[in-house]
């Protein structure tokens, strides 16, 4: 506190200031606290010490309570902002996982279309050399075609397990904009 006051029940109340007490202070620190106590005589508009003191604590509370109401502002949007940050970036996997699947498909109907025509020569050609080719040539497709039709299964179990992420992120943000309210 800027001030001490002596009680005393013989003696009359005595206000003696810091600055007074302390000979080595500065004039700048003395002038600002007669400053500061001059405003909150102004202020109060009474002397009475219980006002003060309540209107000091008051204001201290007031002011404690608006560095705790920031503080927990800024933690909440940064909180925001990070789950903001994780549902974008399983945005753009989720792009990302989609143009592979149609470049996926793609290739599986190219790779059926050679098939089928390599089956309909066969039925054609009639030649040794090319049966073993055709033969060959099925064998290698059917396998690419087996292994063309486990990626696209994968890649459609990473597309739901993408969208239930997408789904969890958007419940979380919701969470948290109703807990911010």
């Known amino acids: 506190m800027s001030s001490l006051l002596s009680h005393n029940k013989d003696q009359p109340r005595i206000r003696k200031s810091l600055s007074d007490s ?52 800024a933690e909440e949007e940064s909180a925001n902002s990070d789950y903001k940050k994780m549902y974008e970036k399983a945005l753009a996997t989720n792009q990302r996982l989609k143009s ?25 050609d009639c030649g040794f ?7 060959k040539e099925s064998w290698s497709l059917k396998k690419r075609i087996s292994d063309m039709e486990e990626q696209l299964k994968v890649k459609q179990e990473l597309k739901m397990e993408n969208q239930r992420l997408k ?15």
């Open 167 to 181: 789904d969890e992120n958007g419940a979380l943000i919701r969470v948290i904009s109703k807990l911010s309210k």
């Open 22 to 73: 302390s000979p080595t202070s500065s004039t700048a620190t003395t002038k600002s606290l007669r400053h500061e106590r001059l405003s909150r005589l102004s202020s109060s508009g009474s002397s009475d010490v219980n006002d003060k003191s309540t209107n000091h604590a008051e204001s201290y509370f007031l002011r404690r309570e608006n560095r705790l109401s920031a503080k927990k502002r």
């Open 100 to 124: 592979k699947l149609e470049t996926s498909k793609q290739e599986l109907a190219v790779i059926q279309d050679q098939l089928q025509r390599a089956q309909k020569g066969k039925a054609e």
């Open 129 to 135: 050399n090319m049966l073993e080719t055709e033969k």
